[in-house]
Structures are given as C-alpha cells and as structure tokens.
C-alpha cells in the first residue's frame, strides 16, 4: 500500500488571530470614537453659534411650523420639544441682533461643554433674538395706533401677534368687518417690515357648539376665518404667499378658561406668527 503523503503545514498566522486583530481593531475605533465626542473645541462652538445667528441659516424644511424630535445637527446634538425656556447657564450670548459680528463678541463658555449646555445656548439666543423683534413690532403696533387691538408676544420660535375674534368678525361669520380691514392694512404694513421667513395665520374659537348653513361647526368656521385673513393679506399686501399659511385650530387651543363670558372671549381669536428664520 503506497504511504499517504503528509500535509504540509499551513503558512502565516493562525484563523483565529485574525478574528481577534479584527475585534481589536473595531474597540479601538469604538474608544476613540467615544473620546472625540466627549470634547468640544471651543473655536468650532463659537462657529456653531455664529452660524445660528445668521438669519440666512435654516435648521427646518421651509414651512415647517414646529419643532418635534429629531436630530438638529451633527455630533449628536439633538433637538428639544420645547424651547420657551430661557436658561443662561452656560454664559450669555451678547448683542446678537446684527449678521456677521465677530466671534469675540460671544462670552467664554466652558472649555468642556456638554450637547445639553449648548442646546441651552441656541435656546439663549433664539429668545433674545425674537425678544428684540417682538419689540420692534410692539413699537410699530403703538405707532400704528391699533395697540389696543392686536396683543404681542413672543417665544423661542417666533413673535406672534394676537386679535380678537370680535373685532374681526360678526358672530358664527367668516367675512371680515370693515374695522378689520383698517386694521389688518397695519398688520399688513407690520409683516413686511419684520417677517423675513414663515407667517402663520390659526383661527381659534371657543368650545360653544355652532352649526349653521354656512360651517357646520367650530372647526370649519376657525378654518375659514383664518382663511379669510390669509386672502386679505395676499390681495392687500407684498408678501409672497409661498411665505404664508393658514390653519384652523378650532375649540383646541384655549388661552383662557370657557367658563366665563370673557374667556371665551378671549379665546375667540386670530393668531398671526412671525418665525424666526434661524429656528
């Protein structure tokens, strides 16, 4: 019987020290992944910021009128659902009304600043920034003589004027008044002076049922008020209506509570925001 040959051992390292570099090598990427997230350089932070202060920069798809969860931008900053909030803990961003200001003019924040700490930081800015238009269009509504008509407020994401629903329209009516119309030719004046972004116009009602041959309830008639301000604002000024939305809220967004004749009032309303670009 002829003898069998005997196999020649196998060159180069064994199988499993292959695997094993492979499995090195990825925990090391893993680590040092870990390492470069857990620093921020203060240069790029100071870039970040500056760039949301630029009103040319967006974070949302135009049209976009809220802010849900989501990823806001790289290295894992991710977005909050509310940013009404002023929190100055990481050091005040100074005056950051006009585009293009040096980075020195920001305030030293920490040297290791956590994606909360910044996330507060955009939210400082934001506020400020609609603090300053909101009172730009106070001061316009004051020399417009119609303060007494149209309410200013502001948050995070936008400025927003308010006016009551009676001055606009009759009871259980969409059509606008005529003292409605003098009012919203300011408003219209208002808007194209400071709106740079989105405008949004929300009808609201109260929670008293309605039906009658034109609406069948609250729902439709705030859809069609805010409508009819949407129209009006087309037709009587220059703003792009690419840049304006209408929606209606019905019964769903009180300010004031629906036991009282004056909340319900109160809650008869038109609501008109401004967005902030940056936002």
């Not at 932070?45 to 806001?72: Q, R």
């Not at 001055?167 to 740079?196: C, M, N, P, T, W």
Request: charged share 25%; with cysteine.
């Amino acid at each position: 019987m002829a003898k069998r040959k005997a196999e020649e051992p196998k060159k180069g390292a064994p199988e499993w020290q292959t695997t094993f570099s492979d499995l090195m090598n990825l925990l090391l990427c893993f680590f040092v992944m870990l390492f470069a997230m857990s620093h921020v350089e203060e240069s790029k932070l100071y870039e970040f910021v500056a760039a949301m202060n630029n009103t040319t920069f967006s974070v949302f798809d135009a049209g976009s009128t809220a802010i849900g969860d989501g990823v806001l931008i790289s290295n894992g900053v991710s977005q909050l659902n509310e940013l009404d909030e002023y929190i100055n803990s990481t050091g005040k961003v100074a005056d950051s009304s006009q585009n293009g200001q040096n980075l020195e003019e920001y305030e030293k924040f920490p040297e290791n600043v956590t994606a909360q700490e910044l996330q507060q930081a955009i939210d400082a800015l934001a506020i400020q920034e609609n603090e300053e238009l909101a009172e730009l269009v106070e001061e316009a509504v004051t020399e417009n003589s119609i303060a007494d008509e149209v309410d200013v407020s502001f948050t995070a994401q936008y400025v927003q004027l308010t006016m009551n629903g009676a001055l606009l329209f009759d009871s259980g009516s969409a059509e606008l008044k005529d003292e409605a119309e003098q009012v919203l030719d300011k408003v219209g004046v208002i808007l194209e002076r400071y709106s740079q972004g989105t405008v949004e116009i929300e009808g609201h009602t109260d929670n008293v049922p309605m039906h009658n041959a034109q609406y069948a309830d609250n729902e439709e008639l705030s859809s069609a008020r805010a409508l009819s301000v949407f129209y009006y604002l087309t037709e009587h000024t220059n703003l792009d209506p690419a840049n304006l939305q209408h929606a209606g809220m019905g019964e769903r967004h009180p300010i004031a509570g629906n036991d009282t004749a004056e909340g319900r009032r109160s809650n008869r309303r038109v609501e008109i925001r401004i967005y902030n670009p940056a936002r």
